[in-house]
Antibody, heavy 118, light 111 residues
Framework: EVQLVESGGGLVQPGGSLRLSCAASGFTFSSYWMSWVRQAPGKGLEWVANIKQDGSEKFYVDSVKGRFSISRDNARNSVHLQMSTLRAEDTAVYYC???????????WGQGTLVTVSS | NFMLTQPHSVSESPGKTISISCTRSGGSIASNYVQWYQQRPGSSPTTVIHDHNQRPSRVPDRFSGSIDSSSNSASLTISGLKTEDEADYYCQSYDSSNYVVFGGGTKLTVL
């Protein structure tokens, strides 16, 4: 059974940093692109970042470029999102999702809440 | 970059058929596959349609997807509406720069 479990969310002050992690199991992790997608309270889904199977290619939504960094550890079956210079508008539930085919997010984690507030 | 525009909400009675549109601004809807996700309250999204019109095996055949190049839009159609279909629905696509966009979401109410 495919499982994605996010961790690392919490309350952080504006300008602060946070590192999210996603532990994957039930599939050959190194064979799949992975995504982070976020959802602000009461709002819609927003793609944040994608990373290729070997980590050689990474893509980001414009609003997080230069502040967020996606990475992966295929030996530990995990993907991470390092977030810095956080803003109030980064407050959201952050989902880790597997990508199959042409950007189909076929499995999602339960999400981890990040709150940016003083 | 590009945008995907969806109606904010749609409502219909059980047993009826509805369609949710997703209009692409910037680039051709046919050039990059469209996915549709269902998100029930308090739950993570799940795929109901991928690659324009492909349905995962666990999704009932009441769900179908299509594209219309003349209007540069995609549509999700749900027939024989059930109360369990009440959810938010999001379209998603990408471009040649590997930039991914979600539509703003449509709230489906089954009255």
């Amino acid at each position: 059974e495919v499982q994605l479990v996010e961790s690392g969310g919490g309350l952080v002050q504006p300008g602060g940093s946070l590192r999210l992690s996603c532990a994957a199991s039930g599939f050959t992790f190194s064979s799949y692109w992975m995504s982070w997608v976020r959802q602000a309270p009461g709002k819609g889904l927003e793609w944040v970042a994608n990373i290729k199977q070997d980590g050689s290619e990474k893509f980001y939504v414009d609003s997080v470029k230069g502040r967020f960094s996606i990475s992966r550890d295929n030996a530990r079956n995990s993907v991470h999102l390092q977030m810095s210079t956080l803003r109030a508008e980064d407050t959201a539930v952050y989902y880790c999702a597997r990508i199959t085919g042409w950007y189909n997010n076929d499995y999602w984690g339960q999400g981890t809440l990040v709150t940016v507030s003083s | 970059n590009f945008m995907l525009t969806q109606p904010h909400s749609v409502s219909e009675s059980p047993g009826k058929t509805i369609s949710i549109s997703c209009t692409r601004s910037g680039g051709s809807i046919a050039s990059n596959y469209v996915q549709w996700y269902q998100q029930r309250p308090g739950s993570s999204p799940t795929t109901v349609i991928h690659d324009h019109n492909q349905r995962p095996s666990r999704v009932p055949d009441r769900f179908s997807g299509s594209i219309d190049s003349s209007s540069n839009s995609a549509s999700l159609t749900i027939s024989g509406l059930k109360t369990e279909d009440e959810a938010d629905y999001y379209c998603q696509s990408y471009d040649s720069s590997n930039y991914v966009v979600f539509g703003g979401g449509t709230k489906l109410t089954v009255l």
